[in-house]
C-alpha cells in the first residue's frame, strides 16, 4: 500500500511497457522536418512548392523525402489532380489530425521552456 508521500514502485515490465509506445512516436515523428511538416499542413492543404516556402531551410529532396515517410505512416495524404499541368497537393489524414492535441502540447510546453531558459539568462 503506498501513501500520499510514497510513489508507486514500477517495476522493470511497467518502464519497458511505457517506453516501446514512446520510442515508436519518436521513430515516426523524429528529424529535423516532420513536425515542421505536419504543422504546415495543419493549416490546410498544401502544394510542394507552398510547403517549400513555409518551412525555411527545407530542401526539395528532404521534402519529399519526408513527405514520402509520412505518407507510409499514413500521416499525410498526396492527392493528384487530372489538370494540365498535373496538381499534386498534400493534406493530414483524419489519422494525422490525431497529433493535434500532442503538438498543441509540445508547442505549450515549449513556450514555457523557451520563457524558463531564457528568463534565466537574464
Known sequence: MTTAHQPAVKTLAECTKAILPV????????????????IALSFGNKR???????????????????LRDLELN?????????AVPV??????????KTLDKLI??????????????IGREK
Do not use: C, N
Request: hydrophobic residues 35%.
Open 23 to 38: 520510442r515508436d512516436a519518436l521513430d515516426i515523428l523524429s528529424g529535423k522536418w516532420k513536425l515542421p511538416i505536419i
Open 104 to 117: 498543441d502540447e509540445l508547442r505549450h510546453w515549449g513556450s514555457l521552456h523557451r520563457k524558463r531558459i
Open 87 to 96: 496538381v499534386v497537393e498534400y493534406s493530414m489524414t483524419s489519422y494525422g
Open 48 to 66: 510542394f512548392s507552398q510547403m517549400a516556402k513555409e518551412i525555411p531551410g527545407i530542401t526539395d529532396k528532404m521534402l519529399s523525402k519526408e
Open 74 to 82: 499514413q500521416l499525410v495524404k498526396r492527392t493528384v489532380y487530372d
